[in-house]
């Protein structure tokens, strides 16, 4: 039998980081699913699209070719593993992941991807909307403070400049969009577990997660 596992939360949260290595140590599938709502705007922002246009936001979402092979992700075969992390692609994400036709689209992708497989997914609305039945489902979440200093060490260590009070306030308003958003909002499920990460380290968190699968006999 196959089991799948649901990880939610705000941004900076650490789930991406705690899912991939999950699913290495678990030898099972990671789904980043922001990535893909990421790629999707990349697209209509290279094509100047502007976030009104419905019909041409439509066009991309059907034409539009997403894929991953290791830790990259390919859209319309080129690697855009990088480009879909600039400062724009993230202020702008929450703008075209709100949209119903964008969702729709996205989440029959994941759980096509997800069928048949032992999978991690992180995102938004997993444990909601598009796993609803996962075996485990948590949410992390962390101060505000927290997650910003994680992002700000993180963009950082990639060479880049950054203010963490810009920092801040960029986190803050993505999580009101996507908490706000009528269509699937970053909400914790009623079966979720809650873990706030404020004071953990990424082990503490793995290690967490692994014990919880244990418990339920998944692992
Ligand atoms: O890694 P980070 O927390 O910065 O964000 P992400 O996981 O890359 O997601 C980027 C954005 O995509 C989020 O702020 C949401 O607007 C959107 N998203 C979503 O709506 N639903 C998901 N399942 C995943 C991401």
Not at 22 to 38: C, F, H, N, Q, V
Not at 74 to 88: F, M
Not at 113 to 135: H, K, Q, Y
């Amino acid at each position: 039998m196959c089991y799948s596992v649901a990880i939610d939360g705000p941004a900076g949260s650490g789930k991406s980081t705690v899912a991939k290595m999950i699913s290495k140590e678990l030898d099972i599938i990671y789904l980043d699913t922001g990535a893909m709502y990421r790629a999707v705007t990349l697209k209509v922002l290279s094509e100047n699209v502007d976030f009104n246009d419905i019909s041409s936001i439509k066009g991309i979402v059907d034409s539009i070719s997403i894929d991953f092979k290791g830790n990259s992700i390919y859209l319309d075969g080129k690697d855009v593993s990088e480009d879909i992390r600039s400062t724009i692609v993230t202020n702008n994400v929450s703008d075209i992941a709100k949209l119903d036709y964008v969702r729709t689209k996205m989440v029959a992708l994941q759980q096509k991807i997800a069928s048949g497989n032992n999978i991690i997914m992180d995102g938004r609305d997993i444990g909601t909307i598009v796993l609803p039945d996962a075996e485990l489902k948590v949410f992390l979440t962390a101060s505000i403070e927290e997650r910003a200093r994680r992002r700000f060490d993180e963009l950082v260590n990639k060479g880049k400049d950054v203010d963490m009070e810009v920092l801040k306030d960029e986190i803050a308003r993505r999580d009101k969009i996507d908490s706000e958003r009528s269509n699937s909002p970053l909400v914790q499920a009623d079966d979720a577990i809650l873990l706030d990460t404020s004071s953990m380290n990424i082990n503490d968190v793995i290690n967490f997660i692994l014990g919880k699968l244990k418990d339920r006999d998944l692992i």
